[in-house]
């Protein structure tokens, strides 16, 4: 079954613990660059953007091991229908 991430960014503080779990696991560096997940500040307002890639596998990894609730996975069913 498809899967898609859902983002409450509002919620974010930007610790980036998704983008390093992302780029450990698949790829094995504790690197940010390396992650389908970046986290960006908007220095406007302090308040930060989350961008998947389009690489993204939807696993729920980052979801997982965020402590703010930001990301979370669901199913998507039946394609959108
Ligand atoms: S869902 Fe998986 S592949 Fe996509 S950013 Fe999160 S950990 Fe990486
Ligand atoms: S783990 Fe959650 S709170 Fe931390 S940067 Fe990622 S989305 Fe934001």
Known sequence: ???????????????TSCSLTCAITYNNEFDLKKSHVQVKKNDLDGTFNIIFSSTCLSCGKCAEVCPSGCLSIIDSGNGGK
């Not at 079954?1 to 610790?15: D, H, S, Y």
């Open 1 to 15: 079954m498809a899967r898609r991430m859902v983002m409450a960014p509002k919620k974010c503080t930007g610790c």
